[in-house]
């Protein structure tokens, strides 16, 4: 009889790989996404760097026995899609990879017991229960984990990279003008995070009143509160990790700069700012560090992201920093984009992440809800809000309804269902240099390129856009799979066409 062998170490590679980011990074930001999770109000961070030791510690609700036990499973996690930010463990378990050993001492209730483990070969990470040294206080429930590096110069023992890299991806929750709303809708009460015994503190605010933008996010013709965005403008080039927007859930930061975004302002390399939507937590990758890219997810992604741009363009209006898209010229594009939108539609059988941008709005069914709003409670241990006091506004955290969802910006109720088909207009903008680009569910010609003033010359307009919008939507498909046949496959089906 055979036996199934796990090479351990290569899971835990291939995990690793899968974050957009250094492992080091990987570790931290997995920590703090599950104190989150697990109704922590602040994070304790306590480099030794001469006892080449990193101290983490929370104060959630910690880990019976039982709970410990599993922990230890490297081929499992707790975690599944659309369920908090975090990807249980995993910050501890990646830590395997760079550590001599890893011990985890949790409290729950009555329960308080620790364990030391280590990855002694590419199949075996054997763990034993060790004597709990006292990391979590008597009195409180939490988890506190000791890594011990094999590296004397590991990141993991410098407090200035510890305090930058949770200030980058955990924004949000430090950022001044998300605090309240954060604070008061989604977690019971603020998160600290220490240190080497300093509290990371929030930051003043870097952009005057004039240069920045607050605002609100409405979700369909209910006007649903579905999150929060900030946009600031500055007078110089930013740094390149600063640039652009960032999409936050929960605090945590999924994504930054404007292709997630599908606009480019005039600007992109002065402005900086954040989006925070707690419905985005439903469509997170089970490692939480990207969306889903399905089809009923995209629909649901397309959805916020075009509440987003509903907010964001007037902002930027004001701030100087966009102008309108010139409107299509229907005389000139109609007949490419009839033919663009016959095409999509042959290719969405074997390309559904691009079906968001051909199916039709509807409207809501009557008696049916735009989306819920979020209880006390939309934290896993609740809003802290007692009976008889002022709530504020919640925030939605928008159910999957695929088939059922509402545009923003639609008819009115009863009204029968309208294309929301794939849109092209033209711009002229020498500023940008692509050929074009997606904003909502239309892709933008940028007649300043010099291959479209050579089109317009020779009169091959029509085949220049179906080039463009193969190149944009290209960036669109998922990465597994081949763009060059999307692309071949697409200008054949345009061929076809004419």
Known sequence: MGQTRINLK?????????????????????????????????????????????VVRDDGKGMARGSLKGYHDIASSTKIRGKGIGFAGIGAKLSLLICEAVTTESRCGRSHHATRWHLESPLRAPWHYVEPRGLVPEGTNGTAISFHLASAHSKLLESPWLEEVLRRHFEP???????EAIYSRLYRRPFSFIVACQSLEGGSEQFPPERSRFFPIHLGARRTLAGFGWVGVSPVPLPEEKRGLGAATYGKVIKRGWEWLGIRPANP?????????????ALLTTHKAD????????????????????MLEPALGELGEWEATQESSPK?????????????AGLVGDFPELRPLLD??????????????????????GSGKKDGEEKPPAVAVEPEKPEEAVEPGTEAEGSPKKPAGLRITFDLRPDRSEMGWLS????????????????AQSRS????????????????????KSLSEFLNRFLEGWGREG
Request: net charge negative.
């Open 332 to 344: 000139r594009a109609y007949p490419s984009q009839k033919e663009i939108e016959q095409v999509v």
């Open 360 to 381: 039709t709005r509807r409207r809501a069914i009557p008696g049916g809800g735009e989306g819920e709003e979020a209880r006390p409670g939309m934290s896993p241990e």
């Open 269 to 281: 390399d002065r402005i900086t700012g954040m989006i925070e939507i707690p419905g985005w937590a």
């Open 291 to 310: 969306f889903l890219k399905d089809s009923a997810s995209l629909k649901q992604y397309y959805r916020y992201r075009k509440a987003i741009l509903k």
């Open 461 to 480: 307009e029509s085949y220049h856009i179906a080039v463009t919008v193969a190149w944009v939507l290209s960036q669109y498909v998922e990465r597994e």
């Open 440 to 455: 909502g569910t239309t892709v933008c010609v940028n007649q300043a390129h010099p291959a479209y003033r050579r089109a």
């Open 10 to 54: 290569h899971l835990l590679e291939d995990i690793r790989d899968g974050y957009p980011f250094p492992e080091e990074e990987t570790i931290i930001t997995e920590l703090v996404a599950n104190a989150l999770d697990s109704g922590a109000s602040a994070a304790w961070f306590e480099p030794h760097p001469d006892g080449k030791t990193l």
């Open 173 to 179: 929750l430090l950022h001044p003008r998300f605090v």
